[in-house]
T-cell receptor
Framework: AQKVTQAQTEISVVEKEDVTLDCVYE???????LFWYKQPPSGELVFLIR??????QNEISGRYSWNFQKSTSSFNFTITASQVVDSAVYFC????????????FGTGTRLQVTL | DTEVTQTPKHLVMGMTNKKSLKCEQH?????MYWYKQKAKKPPELMFV???????INESVPSRFSPECPNSSLLNLHLHALQPEDSALYLC??????????????????FGPGTRLLVL
């Protein structure tokens, strides 16, 4: 069975602060895939990143960065210099590699960025 | 173009009505998905189509009936719904490499959703 835990239910920061969203996962698969999605108030789930279990390199995309650590089964997401437009619910998700694998979502972290 | 479109954006229906939700993608994806999302919860998988064939049904009640007329279109037919079925219905699509890889590993791209209210 697969499980994704996002322990932070809600985070509130002031604009320009850095913020880290935690994601811890459980799986018995040796090959698996991790994802982050952003869901703004409009409702659409926006894909942010996909990482496979064999690639532990951290990734940076603009103000976004991801820290993947297999030793602690974590895939944390950091927003640097947060902006009001970053306000959304962020979901971490996990998938195996089989043909019938499903995406297992965490419960989400609601990020509120204020001026 | 990573766009999945869904119509309508909003739908209000009575418990005796029949309605349909529509999803369309033109990314050449061969896997399409329906999810249901209640407020403050993550999306829950309902159905998966792979190469126009239903591959996963997550024990969804028969009042929800999916249909995949072709590789670009996915419908969800609704009949005799209950108020607790009110939710955001999300469609997604992804690549599917068939028996050599399947869809599980692939990135799912989501549409904007249909907000359904059942009265």
């Amino acid at each position: 069975a697969q499980k994704v835990t996002q322990a932070q239910t809600e985070i509130s920061v002031v604009e320009k602060e850095d913020v880290t969203l935690d994601c811890v996962y459980e799986t018995r698969d040796t090959t698996y895939y991790l994802f982050w999605y952003k869901q703004p108030p409009s409702g659409e789930l926006v894909f942010l990143i996909r990482r496979n279990s064999f690639d532990e390199q951290n990734e940076i995309s603009g103000r976004y960065s991801w820290n993947f650590q297999k030793s602690t089964s974590s895939f944390n997401f950091t927003i640097t210099a947060s902006q009001v437009v970053d306000s959304a619910v962020y979901f971490c998700a996990l998938s195996g590699s089989g043909t019938a694998s499903k995406l297992t979502f965490g419960t989400g972290t609601r990020l509120q960025v204020t001026l | 173009d990573t766009e999945v479109t869904q119509t309508p954006k909003h739908l209000v229906m009575g418990m005796t009505n029949k309605k349909s939700l529509k999803c369309e993608q033109h990314m050449g994806h061969r896997a399409m998905y329906w999810y249901k999302q209640k407020a403050k919860k993550p999306p829950e998988l309902m159905f998966v189509y792979s190469y126009e064939k239903l591959s996963i049904n997550e024990s969804v009640p028969s009042r929800f009936s999916p249909e995949c007329p072709n590789s670009s279109l996915l419908n969800l037919h609704l009949h005799a719904l209950q108020p607790e079925d009110s939710a955001l219905y999300l469609c997604a699509s992804s690549q599917d490499r068939g028996t050599s890889g399947g869809a599980g590993r692939e990135t799912q791209y989501f549409g904007p959703g249909t907000r359904l209210l059942v009265l």
